[in-house]
């Protein structure tokens, strides 16, 4: 055990021998001072703490205290009782404050114990309490906010374990503090009562015991009772004083001192209607205009000089600003600065303003979180941090998205109206301004308040603009989440698997393929939006097929095949069959005698007649397809699913192109048209 903890461990002992064993007065003496001087100490500390966590072992400290005050009124009142002396501490408190007047000293003294009792203990009280109760209650908002912090990018786990931590730390110490409290006011009220022991018992003791007069027993012991009550009175005072400082005390950057200073010299411009209001209560009241006039000139004084350093403050920031905006130009950092693009951006005209403004009602800020949340079930990604700005060039209704600073889509928005989609059977009586739902291309119209309820009623599909930005803004990352999935973010998803399949991430990388390699894999499944969040999966087939070829096409068809039932479940509803598109032979044919080999790998040397061909009979069935309501499918062998879809993939981008291989043996498949030569 170390000196220090042994220490208090011996000073706590002491404090409760003390109210067993007597105590010699010099040691009395000594005591006393030690209590005043720990009291003052706790002041001065509670004073200069920025946060109450700062001082968190003052609930504790309290107790210690207050026991140590009762051990020290027990030793005192035992030698007032015994030998009608309590040293010169106590004595010379009870002569001073006295003055030679029992009844003054009397008055001070319950004057101090009802300001300690009645205003600040109870005060102190009554704050612990109420800061413990708003703590408690605001611990689940704080703690979504970290989450939603932590969701957003804008904090690591790191950062939000340790908000959470002081959190908690803050609910136990405001709980502390709310039943610490009880001891200082437990406290004061034992004051009260040994005082009147004191008195009455002394007076008693003085006449019966010691043979004292009348006069010469009321004059040692009030002395006395006076003296020590100031004694114990005066630390407590200071130390419930510290208790409401430190439960009031809001975190700040300064001391208490530096925010009393700062924040009530802060506006020099007050003092002088202050200094206004003295003059006037000088020349029409009967308070002398001496007594005012010279604390007005003092303030009018102070005002002048604080408004001096504020406007020469200001001057020096404004100097700092202009100097520092000067080295960020000249220094090489302010180049490259500018060479960092977003990964993603959503920039909107000065009218769709209040989309973000939380104080206006905005919720794009939460449904941009929600979005990445879905996006990381959906997809198996961690979509990055979307850049959210104003652009004074854009139209005051307009807002466009960027990928890597190059603008990918654009929409427009009237924040008072609603869109709303035709069920396929328009309503004359629906009137509205038409225009095209930016998501999906429908044909929409605007509509107001008035004439939402009769179309939803009429089967329109009816959103509010805030929708219509987080529906467009979901789908064009889904669109391009492959563009965003870098090597460094795959990195970050291999050591993520690595946590929990390590022999798995140490088998692949870097003996079998590198973080490049995984990352086409997982590119070009994300351009056909294929979820990537069974990465375990991924990397245990890429770990078997790697060492027979780096091909990052045919990986990703090995890929395609073990994710069966994922891609299985992804295009069929539970209990229905899948309406597909199917490839002919000649048109399979076609392709695989097209398919040429070289060093890089295999690709399609398909004659340009042959793929218009193909491009007009597989828009044919599509277009059938979906006339008829359906999504389409194209369903070809696995041999040239690949390179089908390097065909289509232009023209036909959305219509997704799978394999035999790719679905599970159980599902029921009915060919709705087939595409042949």
């Known amino acids: 055990m170390k000196i220090k903890d042994l220490l208090v461990l011996i000073g706590i002992i002491g404090i409760v021998l003390m109210m067993i064993v007597p105590v010699p007065i010099p040691l009395l003496d000594f005591l006393l001072i030690i209590n005043i001087s720990i009291a003052l100490m706790i002041i001065l500390v509670a004073m200069n703490t920025k946060e109450a966590l700062q001082f968190s072992i003052f609930p504790s400290l309290l107790l210690i205290t207050t026991l140590f005050r009762l051990a020290l009124n027990v030793s005192t009142t035992r030698n007032i009782l015994s030998h009608a002396e309590a040293g010169d501490v106590v004595r010379t408190f009870g002569s001073f404050v006295a003055q030679g007047n029992i009844v003054v000293g009397f008055v001070v003294f319950l004057i101090l114990v009802l300001v300690q009792f009645i205003v600040i203990t109870k005060g102190s009280e009554r704050v612990a309490e109420v800061a413990a109760r708003f703590t408690l209650d605001a611990m689940p908002g704080k703690q979504m906010s970290i989450d939603a912090d932590l969701n957003a990018g804008l904090i690591n786990e790191v950062q939000a374990r340790e908000r959470r931590q002081k959190i908690e730390r803050e609910a136990d110490f405001y709980g502390a503090m709310d039943g610490a409290s009880k001891f200082v006011k437990g406290d004061a009220i034992a004051g009260i009562i040994i005082l009147v022991i004191n008195l009455i018992g002394g007076f008693i003791i003085g006449m019966t015991m010691k043979g004292m007069s009348f006069s010469k027993a009321l004059e040692t012991f009030s002395i006395l009772t006076i003296g020590d009550g100031l004694v114990s009175q005066i630390p407590a005072l200071l130390i419930s004083t510290a208790a409401g400082i430190i439960v009031t005390r809001a975190s700040s ?3 208490l001192g530096h925010d009393i200073t700062k924040q009530l010299t802060g506006q020099p411009k007050l003092l002088y209607i202050v200094a206004g209001t003295l003059v006037v209560l000088g020349l029409f009241t009967p308070i002398h205009w001496f007594t005012t006039f010279p604390i007005a000139g003092l303030l ?38 500018l060479l960092q693009v977003d990964p993603i951006e959503f920039e909107f005209g000065y009218g769709l303003i209040p989309l973000a403004d939380t104080q206006q009602g905005g919720d794009l800020l939460d449904r941009i979180i929600l979005i990445r949340r879905q996006c990381a079930l959906e997809l198996g990604v961690v979509v990055p941090v979307i850049r959210i700005r104003d652009n004074i060039q854009l139209r005051p209704n307009e807002y466009i998205i960027k990928i890597k600073g190059n603008t990918v889509a654009r929409g427009e928005l009237l924040l008072n109206h609603y869109l709303a989609m035709s069920p396929g059977i328009d309503d004359d009586s629906i009137a509205g301004i038409e225009t095209t739902e930016p998501a999906f291309g429908l044909p929409a119209i605007w509509i107001d308040e008035v004439t939402k309820e009769r179309a939803e009623l009429s089967g329109y599909t009816v959103v509010d603009p805030p929708s219509v930005v987080a529906t467009h803004l979901t789908e064009i990352i889904k669109k391009h989440t492959h563009e965003l999935l870098g090597r ?61 070829t ?94 089908l879809r390097q065909l289509l993939e232009r023209t036909l981008q959305d219509i997704p192109v799978l394999s035999y291989s790719e679905l599970e043996p159980s599902v029921e498949i009915q060919s709705m048209g087939v595409v042949n030569l």
Do not use: C, W
Request: net charge negative; hydrophobic share 35%; proline share 4%.
């Open 300 to 337: 009018i004084y102070a005002a002048f000089r604080m408004q001096k350093n504020l406007d020469r403050e200001a001057i020096k920031e404004e100097q700092l600003v202009e100097e520092q905006q000067i080295e960020e130009v000249r220094s090489p950092e302010s180049v490259i600065s």
């Open 488 to 548: 460094q973010e795959t990195k970050a998803l291999i050591e993520n698997v690595r946590e929990s399949y390590p022999a798995l991430v140490d088998d692949l990388i870097p003996s079998v393929l590198s973080v490049g390699d995984v990352q086409k894999v997982l590119a070009k499944l994300l351009r056909e939006k294929i979820s990537v969040r069974d990465l375990v999966t991924i990397l245990e087939t890429l770990a078997d097929y790697g060492s027979y």
């Open 550 to 643: 780096k091909d990052p096409e045919i990986l990703t068809e090995y890929v395609r095949q073990s994710l069966s039932r994922q891609i299985t479940q992804q295009f069929t509803s539970l209990g229905d069959s899948l309406k597909v598109i199917t490839v002919g032979p000649s048109v399979e044919k076609k392709i695989a005698d097209s398919v040429q080999q070289s060093d890089q790998g295999s690709y399609l040397a398909l004659d340009p007649s042959s793929s218009q061909i193909i491009y007009h009979r597989v828009s044919e069935q599509v277009s059938k397809l979906i006339q008829s309501g359906q999504q389409p499918v194209i369903l070809t062998s696995p041999t040239i699913r690949m390179y």
């Open 253 to 255: 950057e300064g001391n």
